[in-house]
C-alpha cells in the first residue's frame, strides 16, 4: 500500500503512480538514472574510447584477410572475428588483425597459449558459455596479452580466479563459475581493472585476506552477490563507488567499514541476514552513499541515515514504526536566505513495503525528508 499525508497531499502524496506528478518524478528519475549510469559507465566509457580510437591507422587492405574456417569475418568489419554458437572444442589460430574475439556458447576446455601467438592487438574476449577449468588455461596465454582490456569468462568452470592476467585488463567478468579461491597476488598488477564482477559462484570468507584486493588502485565497481559470505570482505580498494553483496547470508558490518571505502555511493545488501545488533552504531550514517539496499533483512527500526542518501530501500524486513527523530539526518543551520529544500536532507524515494509497519506514516516524516516523493508502505 502506499501512503501520504492529507495536510501534504499537494506537495508530497506518495502514491505508486501519480498523474499529477508523474512529469516531476519521471523527470527527477531520469536524471538520477543518467546520474547512475554516468557513475556505472564512466570505466565503459573510457574503455570503448581506447578500444575504438587508433592512433596510427591501418591500411587493412595492407594485411591477409585470412578466415579460420570454423568462424565468420565480416568484411566491413575487419577488426572483429565471430566464433560463436559453432559447437568448438577448441579456439583457431587468431589473425593478427583481430580486435574483438566473440567463442562464447561452444564446448572449449582449454585456452592455450598458441592460437594466440599472432593476436597482439586484442582488445575484447568473450569466452562465456563454454567448458573452461583453471587446468585448461595455460600459463601465459592471457597475460600475454598485452592490449586486451575486456575478459568475459561467465558460465564456465572455474574454480579460482584466473592468474596471471595482463596489467591492461579492464573488466573481468566471472560470473557464474565455481570460484572459490583467489589466490595470493592475483590482482597485485591489475592497476587498471575498474569492474570485477564475482557474482553467483561459491566464495566464503576465507576466500579473503587482508591484501587480497592490493593492486586494485582504480576499482570502481566490485559485484559479489549470491556467494555463501557470511562477513563483509575486507580491505576493499579505497576508490569503490558500487558495491553489490546482495544474496549472500552477511550478519553484521563492522564498525567504521566504510572508512576504507570513502567513495561508495552505491550499496546493496538485499537479501541477507542483518539485524540491527549487526550494524554499526552510526548505521549507514555515510556521506557518500546516495543509493542503499537493505532489503529482506531481519531489521526491526530503520537505521541511522546520512542527509545525503537519496534512495532507500527496506522492504520486507521487521520494522514496526519509523522513528523520525532517530532517522532524521541532522543538518547544519542554514542562513535565512538559503533554500532548506536544496540542504535539507535529500532522501526522495523510501520503500518500507512487506513490514509491520501500519499507515498512516508520520506527519514529521514528511516534515523532516521535504524532497520525499515517494513512500511505498
Given at each position: 500500500m502506499v501512503t501520504g499525508q492529507t495536510n501534504f497531499r499537494s506537495r508530497y502524496r506518495t502514491q505508486r503512480y501519480i498523474p499529477g506528478q508523474q512529469g516531476t518524478i519521471?523527470?527527477?528519475?531520469?536524471?538520477?538514472?543518467?546520474?547512475?549510469?554516468?557513475?556505472t559507465d564512466t570505466?565503459?566509457?573510457r574503455s570503448v574510447r581506447q578500444v575504438y580510437e587508433v592512433n596510427e591507422p591501418e591500411d587493412w587492405t595492407m594485411h591477409?584477410?585470412?578466415?579460420?574456417?570454423?568462424?565468420?569475418c565480416p568484411p566491413s568489419f575487419p577488426t572483429a572475428l565471430y566464433c560463436e554458437n559453432r559447437g568448438l572444442k577448441e579456439i583457431p589460430a587468431i589473425p593478427s588483425r583481430i580486435w574483438y574475439l566473440y567463442l562464447e556458447n561452444n564446448l572449449i576446455e582449454t585456452i592455450p597459449e598458441k592460437p594466440f601467438e599472432n593476436a597482439t592487438q586484442l582488445r575484447w574476449i568473450?569466452?562465456?558459455?563454454n567448458k573452461i577449468t583453471n587446468y585448461g588455461i595455460e600459463k601465459g596465454a592471457l597475460s600475454q596479452l598485452k592490449k586486451l582490456l575486456f575478459l568475459f569468462l561467465e558460465d564456465n568452470e572455474l574454480e579460482e580466479v584466473p592468474s596471471p592476467l595482463p596489467r591492461s585488463l579492464e573488466q573481468l567478468q566471472l560470473a557464474r563459475n565455481k570460484v572459490s579461491r583467489i589466490p595470493q597476488g592475483t590482482f597485485s598488477n591489475l592497476e587498471n581493472l575498474t569492474l570485477l564482477d564475482l557474482q553467483h559462484n561459491k566464495l566464503l570468507d576465507n576466500a579473503f585476506q587482508r591484501d587480497t584486493f592490493k593492486g586494485l588502485k582504480n576499482l570502481m565497481q566490485l559485484n559479489m552477490a549470491k556467494n555463501a559470505l557470511r562477513n563483509m570482505p575486507p580491505r576493499l580498494p579505497a576508490n569503490t563507488m558500487q558495491l553489490y553483496l546482495d544474496n549472500n547470508s552477511i550478519e553484521g558490518i563492522p564498525e567504521n567499514y566504510f572508512n576504507v571505502i570513502p567513495k561508495v555511493a552505491f550499496l546493496?545488501?538485499?537479501?541477507?541476514?542483518?539485524?540491527?545488533?549487526?550494524?554499526?552504531s552510526s548505521g549507514f550514517n555515510v556521506s557518500s552513499i546516495l543509493d542503499l539496499q537493505l532489503s529482506h533483512n531481519q531489521l526491526t527500526k530503520v537505521p541511522r541515515i546520512s542527509a545525503h542518501l537519496q534512495h532507500l530501500h527496506l522492504d520486507h524486513n521487521k520494522i514496526k514504526n519509523v522513528n523520525v527523530s532517530v532517522i532524521c539526518p541532522t543538518t547544519t543551520t542554514l542562513p535565512a536566505e538559503q533554500d532548506i529544500f536544496s540542504y535539507g536532507p535529500h532522501l526522495r524515494y523510501l520503500r518500507l513495503d512487506g513490514n509491520e509497519i501500519k499507515p498512516p506514516i508520520p506527519m514529521d516524516l514528511m516534515t523532516?525528508?521535504?524532497l520525499l516523493q515517494a513512500v511505498v508502505i
Open positions: 519521471m523527470a527527477t528519475t531520469i536524471c538520477f538514472i543518467i546520474w547512475v549510469l554516468f557513475i570505466a565503459w566509457t591477409d584477410f585470412d578466415c579460420p574456417r570454423e568462424c565468420f568473450n569466452l562465456n558459455k546493496r545488501l538485499n537479501h541477507n541476514k542483518l539485524s540491527d545488533a549487526g550494524l554499526p523532516c525528508f521535504r
